[in-house]
């Protein structure tokens, strides 16, 4: 009988399709588009959705990966992208936002 040392992908929280036994390359390719999100996004410095569209992930999947996996295997990176993320919100999305009343 394995032990779940031998596997990581079942430390993971919230994974409910992570606890067979032998799903090795589900893990794997969860760590690998994290491992993508994170070069694109804090070495490129873009957005979620410029991220979107130059990775092809999907939003909301990217921000489950962003708060469930890297948080929990890469706490520094993790921190690195909360405050990208909140430089963001605070200022291209706010000036969108002023630039839309300034045109009406």
């Given at each position: 009988?394995?032990?779940?040392?031998?596997?990581?992908?079942?430390?993971?929280?919230?994974?409910?399709?992570?606890?067979?036994?032998?799903?090795?390359?589900?893990?794997?390719?969860?760590?690998?588009?994290?491992?993508?999100?994170?070069?694109?996004?804090?070495?490129?410095?873009?957005t979620i959705r410029e991220c979107?569209?130059?990775t092809g992930i999907p939003r909301?999947?990217?921000?489950?990966?962003?708060?469930?996996?890297?948080?929990?295997?890469?706490?520094?990176?993790?921190?690195?992208?909360?405050?990208?993320?909140?430089?963001?919100?605070?200022?291209k999305f706010c000036n969108k936002?002023?630039?839309?009343?300034?045109?009406?």
């Open positions: 009988m394995e032990s779940i040392v031998d596997y990581p992908e079942k430390q993971f929280p919230g994974v409910d399709d992570c606890y067979t036994i032998g799903d090795f390359t589900n893990w794997q390719s969860r760590k690998n588009k994290c491992d993508l999100i994170i070069e694109w996004m804090l070495e490129r410095d873009l979107e569209k130059e909301s999947t990217i921000h489950r990966y962003i708060h469930v996996y890297i948080q929990y295997y890469d706490d520094e990176a993790y921190h690195r992208l909360k405050r990208l993320l909140r430089y963001n919100k605070q200022h936002k002023q630039r839309g009343v300034e045109q009406s």
